[in-house]
């Protein structure tokens, strides 16, 4: 969808919250995270063309989406995609509703707890076991126990890479099963005393030879003051030295950093990346972090464990996770000058 469009959109109008025109990316979950809605098919081993084959019981969730809009013909399903444990849908709010967008979605849930009630009275059948309706939702599986989440897509750009986000499970999830050592949350990596929780190609410490991406506020300064050379010198210093083969390590917090890091990325190169927050469970990298996971170019750190209410970084967070990448850059390389002198 054009992204002028979407700013055509009114947010949330004064008086109107969760009613006003808006855009709502709505996710519902199986908790136990049993694959009852689906089977994912991996033909020939391509990712590229990863679908998901439903169930009865996940033929019965979309239906659901469907049932919603016929009664509230406000709503717009821009994209959704049915996944084994889970469902994503992006909800367009078409004009001011009576009720909230909290409401519908409660009534959508509702709908689709009874085909999971359901779905547990006919396995409980199949397992010739004696149970009545009544308690049928804590044996052997409760299914869709917990309420849909719920976010507002309220930001420049959020819709686009929502959709694209939404389309591409399948091929993300694939890719994850076909190399999971790279997306498997490892804790307990130590780089010279600090512990770190990682996610991606761990023998990326094993390389010979790293430096750190670190843009000064001197040299961004002295650019929005005309003279831009030493920071143009810099980023440029970065993408030449990733091409002789030395590892980039950085937060990538600034925009010139995350500039120097989009061309690592367009060019393959390897990198690691000091993550803000730990690694919530299920956790995968997004877009081109996790292409450049699943070939092995990346290396994720974290120094801390995952927070939930954290949404953005501070600048104490910001002096330490730089300190820790120069630190990274240190320890690695004197290992490897060490290693040397051995030999």
């Known amino acids: 969808m054009e992204e002028r469009e979407q700013w055509q959109w009114h947010w949330q109008e004064t008086g109107t919250a969760w009613k006003g025109v808006g855009v709502y990316h709505v996710t519902l979950t199986v908790p136990s995270r049993e694959p009852l809605l689906g089977t994912l098919i991996i033909p020939d081993n391509d990712p590229s063309h990863a679908r998901v084959e439903r169930t009865a019981l996940g033929n019965a969730v979309v239906n659901e989406l469907y049932v919603m809009c016929k009664h509230y013909p406000e709503i717009r399903i821009l994209q959704f995609c049915l996944m084994p444990d889970h469902l994503h849908a992006v909800i ?13 979605v409660r009534g959508y849930w509702q709908g689709v707890k009874k085909h999971g009630r359901a779905y547990t009275l006919s396995v409980a059948s199949e397992l010739n076991s004696e149970i009545t309706n009544e308690d049928a939702s804590g044996y052997p599986f409760p299914v869709f126990t917990a309420r849909p989440f719920i976010r507002p897509l309220s930001r420049r750009g959020q819709l686009h890479a929502m959709i694209h986000y939404v389309r591409m499970n399948p091929q993300r999830l694939a890719t994850k099963r076909l190399k999971p050592g790279f997306f498997r949350v490892q804790n ?11 996610v991606g190609n761990v023998a990326l410490l094993m390389e010979r030879r790293f430096d750190t991406v670190h843009v000064r506020s001197t040299m961004v300064k002295a650019a929005e003051h005309g003279d831009d050379q030493p920071l ?45 927050n730990g690694f919530r469970e299920y956790y995968k990298p997004s ?34 996770l730089n300190a820790m990448a120069a630190e990274i850059c240190k320890n690695l390389n004197d290992v490897e000058t060490v290693l040397s002198q051995l030999t």
């Open 232 to 276: 143009r010198n810099y980023m440029n210093s970065r993408v030449l030295m990733a091409r002789k083969g030395v590892v980039q390590v950085s937060p990538f917090i600034s925009p010139q950093e995350k500039r120097v890091m989009q061309v690592l990325l367009h060019e393959g190169h390897p990198f690691i990346l000091l993550a803000a």
């Open 188 to 198: 307990g990596i130590y780089v010279g005393m600090r512990r770190y929780d990682a």
């Open 287 to 320: 877009d081109a972090l996790f292409q450049a996971c699943a070939a092995g170019r990346l290396l994720i750190l974290s120094p801390w464990p995952y927070d939930e209410g954290k949404r953005y970084i501070n600048r104490s967070e910001c002096v330490a």
């Open 92 to 104: 367009h709010v078409t004009r001011v509703m009576e009720t909230s967008i909290r409401s519908v």
